[in-house]
């Protein structure tokens, strides 16, 4: 029985483009053009197509015969470097050919000339066909209309699902049987609703360049990916699937799957959030409630370290198993491995809660002596957080804040905290070790200046 996933009134699945799929078809095929004699000193990583030391007029008659055809050839102007000599629109195209454990004449690396023939074959004849369309590709992308989204859930095949699964790229088909459909990702968010109570924070995309094993389509313009490797990018994060050029189009919208956010501890906090799709990330909230349900009176709290070892079980925890990671007393005695291994994920950020760009503004305004303009200061330099970054900031001074209230037992007051968060919260972006150090003063300032103003200043 076929499946009726879509509402035709709502959403009309992607056409895949065609036409840059039957361009590469037709790309001419490589011939390699073998030397019938031995050469000397023929590098041990080319083949028979090495020819030796022959001119640039040599090699144009030798390859006359066939378009595709390619032959090396030994530079005569500089002995020691290599050209690819390449027969495509009737006349010889000359490359300069590099190999460092791989063949690469450009920024793509291959096994083989061959392949590297191939796809340079692939490219120049689609690069020549279709120039124009190429440079009109992004102008009306179906991105806009679809957009996409990736929760690593299990679909329930209904009106609206509220999560599907993902295929490899390319037309999209409804079959029979008892297999469950899978959708790419951009398809699956016209299968979605967004959560009202979700809470929308902006974040890039991370894109990384990636080789697509088979016909693949791009997300973005719906256009076909050629080429035989690297023929787009991939987002580390969502595993959008857009070319090179349709990635500086594709809007701050990224939505991390699951199944690409391998970790807890480490990850980017926007990633991690927004892969969870919380407010804040789970460590912060289950450290925070757990601390402030039995150990918010324990004196010497986050000053005091708990074992090492301990605490590193904690972050392979929830690493392992997310919010589901068992950080209960009965688990974990003692609360001081539950504020160690908060201070750690803080530590672990690659971007750390007070980020790299903001962190000038802070400590400038650290060194404000006027208290009224201090705070101004402060207020403006929360604006330049990411949004997640500035609400998980808040719940925690507003923790920390109620640690003081707790001062006359847990014996810490704002000045203990900003000594202990300072360093831990924020980090010197490539200063020299004595600036480094000098800004530990104004790191302890900042995190007590958070914490007594938490109420105005968030």
């Given at each position: 029985?076929?499946l009726?996933?879509?509402?035709h009134?709502?959403?009309?699945p992607?056409?895949?483009?065609s036409?840059?799929?039957?361009?590469q078809?037709?790309a001419p095929?490589?011939r390699r053009?073998t030397?019938?004699c031995?050469?000397?000193?023929?590098p041990?990583?080319?083949g028979r197509?090495?020819?030796g030391m022959i001119?640039?007029e040599?090699?144009?008659q030798?390859?006359s015969v066939?378009e595709?055809?390619?032959?090396?050839?030994?530079?005569q102007?500089?002995?020691?470097t290599y050209?690819?000599a390449?027969?495509?629109?009737?006349?010889?195209?000359n490359f300069r050919?590099?190999?460092?454990?791989?063949?690469?004449?450009?920024?793509?690396r291959?096994?083989?000339?061959?392949?590297?023939?191939?796809?340079?074959?692939i490219?120049l004849?689609?690069?020549?066909?279709a120039a124009e369309?190429?440079?009109k590709?992004?102008?009306?992308?179906?991105?806009?209309h679809?957009?996409?989204?990736t929760l690593?859930?299990?679909?329930t095949?209904?009106?609206?699902?509220?999560?599907c699964?993902?295929v490899?790229?390319?037309?999209?088909?409804?079959?029979?049987g008892?297999d469950?459909e899978r959708?790419t990702?951009?398809?699956r968010?016209?299968?979605?609703?967004?959560n009202?109570?979700?809470t929308?924070?902006?974040?890039v995309?991370?894109?990384?360049?990636?080789?697509?094993?088979?016909p693949h389509w791009?997300?973005?313009?719906?256009n076909?990916?050629?080429?035989l490797?690297?023929?787009g990018?991939?987002?580390?994060?969502c595993?959008l699937?857009?070319?090179?050029q349709?990635?500086?189009?594709?809007?701050?919208?990224c939505?991390?799957?699951?199944k690409?956010?391998?970790?807890v501890?480490?990850?980017?906090?926007?990633?991690l959030?927004?892969?969870?799709n919380?407010?804040r990330?789970?460590?912060?909230?289950?450290c925070?409630q757990?601390?402030?349900?039995r150990g918010v009176?324990?004196?010497?709290l986050y000053?005091?370290?708990?074992f090492?070892?301990?605490?590193?079980?904690?972050?392979?925890?929830?690493?392992?198993?997310?919010?589901k990671?068992?950080i209960?007393v009965n688990?974990?005695e003692?609360?001081?491995i539950i504020?160690?291994?908060?201070?750690?994920?803080f530590?672990?950020?690659?971007?750390?809660?007070?980020?790299?760009?903001?962190?000038p503004r802070?400590m400038?305004?650290?060194k404000?002596?006027?208290?009224d303009k201090?705070l101004?200061?402060?207020?403006?330099?929360?604006k330049?957080?990411?949004?997640a970054?500035?609400?998980?900031?808040?719940?925690l001074m507003?923790?920390l804040?109620?640690?003081i209230?707790?001062?006359?037992?847990n014996?810490?007051?704002?000045?203990?905290?900003?000594i202990?968060?300072?360093?831990t919260l924020?980090?010197?972006?490539?200063l020299?070790a004595?600036?480094?150090l000098?800004d530990?003063?104004?790191?302890?300032q900042v995190?007590?200046?958070?914490i007594?103003?938490?109420?105005?200043l968030f």
């Amino acid at each position: 029985m076929a499946l009726n996933v879509f509402d035709h009134d709502e959403y009309r699945p992607p056409v895949w483009k065609s036409y840059l799929y039957q361009l590469q078809q037709e790309a001419p095929h490589p011939r390699r053009l073998t030397c019938t004699c031995e050469v000397d000193k023929r590098p041990k990583y080319y083949g028979r197509e090495y020819h030796g030391m022959i001119s640039r007029e040599e090699a144009d008659q030798l390859l006359s015969v066939a378009e595709g055809s390619y032959l090396i050839r030994e530079s005569q102007r500089q002995p020691g470097t290599y050209t690819l000599a390449l027969r495509f629109g009737n006349q010889t195209r000359n490359f300069r050919l590099y190999h460092d454990g791989k063949h690469f004449v450009g920024e793509k690396r291959f096994e083989s000339i061959h392949d590297l023939v191939t796809d340079g074959l692939i490219t120049l004849y689609i690069e020549t066909k279709a120039a124009e369309y190429i440079a009109k590709m992004t102008i009306n992308p179906i991105y806009e209309h679809i957009g996409y989204t990736t929760l690593n859930k299990e679909p329930t095949l209904k009106k609206h699902l509220p999560m599907c699964e993902e295929v490899p790229d390319g037309p999209v088909s409804l079959g029979d049987g008892g297999d469950q459909e899978r959708l790419t990702s951009l398809v699956r968010r016209a299968t979605l609703k967004e959560n009202d109570h979700a809470t929308k924070y902006e974040k890039v995309h991370s894109f990384k360049v990636h080789t697509f094993r088979g016909p693949h389509w791009c997300e973005y313009c719906a256009n076909f990916m050629w080429g035989l490797i690297a023929q787009g990018v991939k987002c580390a994060d969502c595993g959008l699937n857009v070319h090179k050029q349709c990635s500086k189009m594709v809007p701050n919208d990224c939505k991390p799957d699951l199944k690409h956010v391998k970790k807890v501890y480490s990850c980017d906090l926007t990633t991690l959030v927004k892969a969870h799709n919380s407010k804040r990330p789970m460590v912060v909230d289950m450290c925070i409630q757990e601390i402030e349900s039995r150990g918010v009176q324990s004196e010497g709290l986050y000053r005091i370290s708990g074992f090492s070892d301990l605490i590193e079980d904690v972050k392979l925890a929830f690493d392992r198993d997310g919010e589901k990671a068992d950080i209960s007393v009965n688990v974990y005695e003692d609360i001081n491995i539950i504020t160690g291994a908060l201070k750690l994920y803080f530590r672990d950020l690659p971007i750390p809660i007070i980020t790299y760009d903001a962190y000038p503004r802070f400590m400038e305004a650290a060194k404000i002596t006027d208290p009224d303009k201090c705070l101004e200061a402060h207020h403006e330099a929360l604006k330049l957080l990411p949004p997640a970054h500035c609400e998980t900031l808040r719940y925690l001074m507003a923790h920390l804040k109620r640690v003081i209230h707790n001062e006359k037992d847990n014996l810490m007051n704002a000045e203990n905290l900003g000594i202990v968060f300072g360093p831990t919260l924020m980090r010197a972006p490539d200063l020299d070790a004595m600036t480094a150090l000098n800004d530990i003063r104004y790191q302890r300032q900042v995190v007590e200046t958070l914490i007594k103003n938490e109420d105005i200043l968030f």
